[in-house]
């Protein structure tokens, strides 16, 4: 599961988050805890099907829930502890997580491409087609 967070923030001033606000960032978050629920069968099926494509999008997937579990480890938070929040703090945590993540996640991809191009595939993965950045950006955590 890509995740696709909301792109509003809480402003400073001590307003409460929007109804919508709460249920996009809440969305966001839940789909970022919940990246790596695929079955393995069909993860499986999808790399087999897509070849190198789905191969990478997978590694990406696994990038981010690594990724995730760090930060979340790093604040001493779980899922539940979060959810047992306020909904003002919740989603500016929630927001906070997700920019982190999302910044984490773009260094790693970018020391990854750094690191593996040219590859043992042959070619450059940082060729002028942009696949790989764009599959690393297809994840989406909209900082």
Do not use: H
Request: proline content about 2%; overall charge negative.
């Amino acid at each position: 599961m890509y995740v696709n967070a909301a792109s509003a923030s809480l402003s400073t001033a001590s307003a409460q988050p929007s109804a919508s606000l709460i249920q996009s960032t809440d969305s966001a978050f839940a789909a970022l805890l919940n990246n790596s629920s695929e079955s393995a069968e069909s993860m499986l099926s999808d790399i087999t099907k897509d070849g190198l494509n789905s191969y990478m999008k997978w590694q990406i997937q696994q990038m981010q829930k690594q990724i995730t579990d760090q930060v979340m480890a790093s604040k001493n938070l779980t899922a539940d502890k979060i959810a047992a929040m306020p909904a003002k703090q919740r989603v500016a945590l929630e927001q906070q997580i997700i920019q982190e993540v999302a910044q984490k996640l773009k260094q790693a991809m970018s020391q990854e491409m750094k690191k593996n191009a040219p590859n043992q595939l042959g070619f450059d993965m940082m060729d002028s087609s942009g696949d790989a950045m764009q599959m690393a950006n297809s994840v989406n955590i909209v900082a």
